[in-house]
């Protein structure tokens, strides 16, 4: 009858054309979860095979639920501790949810059940009246997305102490020493602007400012004459709402997960710049350009930013070190990646590359090379000219035999090989000198146990010559 009477209800609202979001325990015996989850495929796909438009809709949720937070601070609403949903919603094509289940994170303190009670409510208004701003080009059917809901209670933010460190707005009005402050640690204050009080404090070096609400980012902050580390990560920045003024102080930037679409013009006023991370910003499009006036800058992340192809001018970045581009849609890479002669460290994971282009062979002083979780088959015989690579990660590809050429790498300490297909021992490995780690586990050439296959003795073998062997 109960049920009955709920469908009933419903269909009134559908036919008077009242959007009303439902929300259910997803243990709730009423909700048909398999039909739902039937008429509302997913709009993300796999973590491994992810897409611009996943990474977009990644944004569009982290923002999303982070606006409800502030919703329920005007709202006056905070549980007595920390609580973490699991929730599945399902939205219309136009972005208002119908539907939202959710449960407890495991082990996770559940709220009284008057405060669960407010807290639907509040739910259901913030829903019903702020649909997911998604656009006609992004979504043209029905949809669902799962993700965590976070929401803190009073004592979750644990403010950051120590000698020259303040944590809190109050601390940092209320100081009467402000020459001796090293450390502004601001993040997670639910700040919308860059508070003026900062500016007192003419001998901080380092800006913690992550985990805000920030849309724009003051030159005047970067005028500060000792600032050397700034992180912005997770605020709402664009590339035009992003200023630097000029200066020889700052080293390192984090603009990670943000609103980029490009790197900001006014980087290139960093003159002594060494890091800055990207990450998790929509690049599709990324230009250098502001970047290759910085002749310090050795460490470049690009990591899932929805790259499917680096730009041709990358080689100008003489300087950089490291870079990481994991977690991208790169189905080949630009020989002027090659022209990188100082790269130190490269993370090319995570991609759908089937080769490795043999022009990375010119990178004399590379050390460290992360390519697991692609497509390779075979390294490029001229590798053998990387003779100071220390460690080399293939797991996750698509080798068959163990390229020959790792037995011309002299320095090689660490090499990954699990996860392959490999049919026969690689026994490339016994002239490898200098290896002490090896990880073979997960291929076909042997069972369950190593130890017990026609391979044992080049196991034993390998352990012998110092080696440690994973398998």
């Known amino acids: 009858m109960k049920r009955s009477l709920l469908l009933f209800v419903f269909g009134l609202m559908a036919l008077s054309g009242v959007a009303q979001v439902t929300i259910r325990p997803m243990t709730d015996s009423l909700v048909n979860y398999k039909t739902l989850r039937k008429n509302y495929p997913p709009a993300v796909g796999p973590r491994e095979q992810a897409t611009l438009r996943d990474l977009t809709f990644q944004k569009l949720t982290e923002d999303y639920w982070s606006d409800f937070r502030r919703f329920l601070k005007k709202r006056n609403f905070r549980p007595d501790s920390s609580i973490i949903w699991n929730t599945e919603v399902f ?3 136009d972005g208002h949810a119908d539907w939202l289940l959710y449960q407890y994170q495991r082990n996770n303190k559940r709220l009284a059940p008057e405060k669960e009670e407010t807290l639907i409510a509040l739910l259901t208004e913030y829903l019903n009246q702020h649909p997911l701003p998604v656009s006609s080009t992004l979504v043209w059917s029905p949809f669902r ?7 803190l209670g009073p004592a979750s933010r644990t403010t950051p102490k120590g000698p020259g460190v303040i944590g809190t707005l109050a601390a940092a009005s209320q100081t009467t020493r402000p020459d001796t402050v090293k450390t502004i640690a601001f993040s997670g204050l639910e700040l919308e602007q860059v508070p003026e009080v900062i500016y007192r404090f003419t001998n901080v070096e ?4 992550g985990h805000n609400y920030l849309t724009a980012l003051p030159a005047r902050l970067t005028a500060l004459p000792k600032l050397k580390r700034l992180n912005l990560m997770s605020n709402r920045l664009q590339e035009d709402s992003v200023f630097f003024t000029r200066n020889k102080v700052v080293k390192s930037i984090n603009l990670q997960r943000n609103s980029l679409t490009d790197v900001p013009a006014s980087v290139r006023q960093n003159r002594r710049l060494e890091s800055l991370w990207l990450g998790n910003n929509d690049l599709a499009n990324l230009t250098i350009k502001p970047l290759r006036s910085l002749h310090r800058l050795n460490d470049v992340n690009l990591y899932n930013v929805g ?13 950089v070190k490291v870079m990481d581009l994991y977690y991208n849609k790169f189905t080949e890479l630009p020989r002027q990646l090659g022209r990188m002669k100082r790269l130190e460290q490269l993370a090319i994971a995570h991609n759908n590359l089937k080769e490795i282009p043999a022009s990375l062979a010119k990178l004399r002083r590379l050390q460290v090379l992360f390519a697991h979780h692609n497509h390779i088959s075979q390294l490029p015989t001229k590798f053998q000219r990387l003779q100071h690579l220390h460690v080399l990660d293939l797991g996750y590809n698509e080798l068959i035999v163990a390229p020959n050429v790792l037995g011309a790498l002299p320095e090689l300490e660490e090499l990954s090989l699990n996860n392959n297909s490999l049919q026969e021992f690689p026994s490339v490995l016994l002239s490898i000198k200098n290896l002490k780690r090896v990880y073979m586990g997960s291929n076909p050439l042997w069972g369950r146990e190593a130890m017990t296959s026609p391979y044992a003795s080049q196991i034993k073998q390998l352990e012998a010559n110092n080696t440690q062997v994973t398998y």
């Open 91 to 93: 939205f219309k094509a």
């Open 145 to 151: 997305l799962g993700s965590g809901l976070f929401i």
């Open 206 to 209: 380092e800006i913690n400012l």
């Open 307 to 319: 790259l499917s192809q680096l730009p041709k001018d990358i080689g100008r970045l003489k300087h």
